[in-house]
């Protein structure tokens, strides 16, 4: 299976922040790349399709970029409902895999 | 409104099945993949299992060890996963979610399913 790793683990900022989370694959999965946002108790919602395209409704101060082994997903200027944690997830092969996630909390 | 219904989630003992539906109102089932996605507690996400639009493929996550059957009905808009030998392990809430181009673009609720004795 192929495996992703995302970085950090875990992050506190203040609203206004730019923040920035790394999605890296074990191995070249072209743009087959996806980012989710969940808050607690509620199902993930998707933000980022094919590595670098906005979903409908997702506010502009989300992007995404990368391709092949490394992505990025970046917050322009981070807002209170922001808060929450972020997954990465490969569609390239047919068995789907996550990363761990990323926590962003309110430092 | 697109809109995908979990049930059938509980409480069961290790080495006991489950079946869980998923009815989905508000898009043409037929023209989707989809998949179903579990949560531990505490714990990332973790897909579990693909059915293509007419289900003529099926895919699944090694760890289930061929424990677990997807499968559709797109006469009736609904979705289903059986769930036999369950493990502590399996204790997980349950989505069921819309394949777009590889991507989840809508989810369900989710379900709770407890595996203990």
């Known amino acids: 299976d192929i495996q992703m790793t995302q970085s950090p683990s875990s992050l506190s900022a203040s609203v206004g922040d730019r923040v920035t989370i790394t999605c890296r694959a074990s191995q070249s999965i072209s743009s087959y790349l996806n980012w989710y946002q969940q808050k607690p108790g509620r199902a993930p919602k998707l933000l980022i399709y094919a590595a670098s395209s906005l979903q409908s409704g997702v506010p502009s101060r989300f992007s995404g970029s990368g391709s092949g082994t490394d992505f990025t997903l970046s917050i322009g200027s981070l807002q209170p409902e922001d808060f929450a944690t972020y997954y990465c997830q490969q569609s390239y092969s047919t068995r789907w895999t996550f990363g761990q996630g990323t926590k962003v909390d309110i430092k | 409104e697109v809109q995908l219904v979990e049930s059938g989630g509980g409480l069961v003992k290790p080495g006991g099945s489950l079946r869980l539906s998923c009815v989905v109102s508000?898009?043409?089932?037929?023209?989707?993949?989809i998949n179903w996605v579990r949560q531990a507690p505490g714990k990332g996400l973790e897909w579990v299992s693909s059915?293509?639009?007419?289900?003529?493929?099926?895919y699944y996550a090694d760890s289930l060890k061929g424990r677990f059957t997807i499968s559709r009905d797109n006469a009736e808009n609904s979705l289903y996963l059986q769930m036999n030998s369950l493990r502590v392990e399996d204790t997980a809430v349950y989505y069921c979610?819309?394949?777009?181009?590889?991507?989840?673009?809508?989810w369900g609720q989710g379900t709770l399913v407890t595996v203990s004795s």
């Open positions: 508000g898009f043409t089932f037929s023209d989707y993949g």
């Open positions: 059915i293509s639009s007419s289900g003529s493929f099926i």
């Open positions: 979610a819309r394949d777009d181009s590889g991507a989840n673009d809508y």
